[in-house]
């Protein structure tokens, strides 16, 4: 007992980060026993077990092949018979129209794969651009099972954000690692099709001061704005229906949620002072997202970050992910290796002892933290923690 408690700071620290790692594959464990529960059963064609976001999109394209409203509800035409509408706009519908020519079982397996291909390269192109301490296998554990199962969970729905967000991370390791600043615009414009607010990351090289990087960011929201104006001059009807979908979607309902982000507190302000409409938290997300945007640029706009530009990218990434209106677990991928590699990091901001325990306090939660509603708060926390401190520094 008393060399226990003779043990050096050191030791216990390890002790601790053990135990940390311990509860958290023993989640993992109890996890993948449901999980493989559920595989089992879509391998004898019970598919609605996972992929139930997936299904969305291939009712909405077979609904469009039929000559009928792809935007109407795809209860009929889903295995899991979910009450979802395709929230994306019409022009999308065409990517997927190839998967018709497959069951709904086969087609599903294709989008299992190419989802899980193009994970791994951007899973590759993280850790060499945000190298990490640990090792690989364990690392993509962590990647992958941490936050709350963000990015499994993501892959198991079959959401198109996990191809989305998977994108993004590999134009982020082109533009940084090889300067392929016209990789990432239409990379982000690409994405931006299916989620119009993921056109905030354009100002990613525009913070990390990439040349011509204002004129890159017009062109690209011009080039934007003028497909979604003439997917509604030549789409005019199903435009209509893709903006009340999106309206669904983005608001939340019962079938869905606005989310753990901005939007949902700005709907939860609205909620209170009896402002139910759906306009009025929009415009004010859209007000805040403004200003924040300029302080954040007018607070880093003398700072030298050269010899640190990763950590900085980092931190901006993460800045312009909490200003992402609807946070559910699908569109916090990014999120997840970012605040991974913030938290390694925090020997740079504070000394050994507060790093240590800043880094015990946040890395217990990052990983083995349930459901919660903290989540979105830890996030903002790890900006705050790692961002304040670089900001005096540099």
């Given at each position: ?131 990490s301490k640990y090792h690989l296998i364990l690392y993509f554990l962590i990647i992958i099972f941490a936050l709350d199962k963000t990015v499994i969970y993501s892959f198991i729905s079959g959401n198109v954000s996990f191809v ?231």
């Amino acid at each position: 007992m008393i060399k226990f408690l003779d043990t050096p700071k050191k030791s216990i620290f390890e002790i601790l980060t053990f135990v940390i790692f311990l509860v958290f594959f023993y989640r993992i464990l109890l996890y993948s026993f449901d999980w493989v529960i559920a595989f089992k059963a879509a391998l004898v064609d019970k598919a609605d077990k996972i992929f139930w976001d997936f299904e969305v999109i291939y009712c909405a394209v077979k609904n469009l092949l039929l000559i009928q409203e792809p935007y109407k509800s795809i209860y009929t035409c889903s295995p899991s018979h979910k009450d979802f509408f395709y929230p994306y706009m019409p022009l999308t519908l065409q990517v997927f129209k190839p998967l018709l020519y497959l069951s709904f079982f086969n087609a599903k397996l294709l989008w299992g794969f190419l989802n899980i291909l193009i994970f791994f390269y951007s899973f590759l192109c993280l850790k060499k651009i945000l190298k990490s301490k640990y090792h690989l296998i364990l690392y993509f554990l962590i990647i992958i099972f941490a936050l709350d199962k963000t990015v499994i969970y993501s892959f198991i729905s079959g959401n198109v954000s996990f191809v989305l967000f998977s994108l993004l991370i590999i134009a982020y390791y082109q533009l940084l690692t090889n300067n392929r600043q016209l990789f990432f615009y239409f990379a982000v414009i690409f994405i931006s099709l299916f989620k119009i607010y993921f056109l905030i990351y354009l100002f990613l090289p525009f913070f990390l001061r990439k040349k011509n990087s204002l004129f890159y960011i017009s062109v690209s929201i011009f080039i934007t704005l003028v497909i979604y104006y003439f997917d509604w001059i030549y789409e005019k009807d199903f435009f209509i229906s893709y903006i009340k979908s999106f309206q669904t979607a983005l608001g939340g309902t019962v079938h869905g949620s606005s989310g753990i982000g901005l939007l949902n507190l700005f709907q939860k302000f609205s909620e209170y002072f009896s402002y139910n409409n759906f306009q009025t938290p929009i415009f004010l997300y859209l007000c805040f997202t403004t200003i924040a945007l300029y302080i954040f640029f007018r607070i880093i706009s003398k700072i030298d970050f050269n010899k640190e530009k990763t950590l900085f990218s980092a931190l901006i990434l993460l800045f312009l992910s909490i200003l992402l209106p609807r946070l559910v677990i699908y569109e916090m991928i990014l999120i997840v290796p970012l605040m991974l590699y913030l938290i390694e990091n925090l020997e740079k901001f504070y000394t050994k002892k507060y790093a240590k325990l800043i880094f015990l306090v946040f890395f217990s939660f990052f990983l083995i933290n349930g459901d919660s509603s903290l989540t979105f708060l830890l996030v903002i926390l790890t900006f705050f923690v790692t961002f304040l401190p670089a900001w005096r520094n540099w």
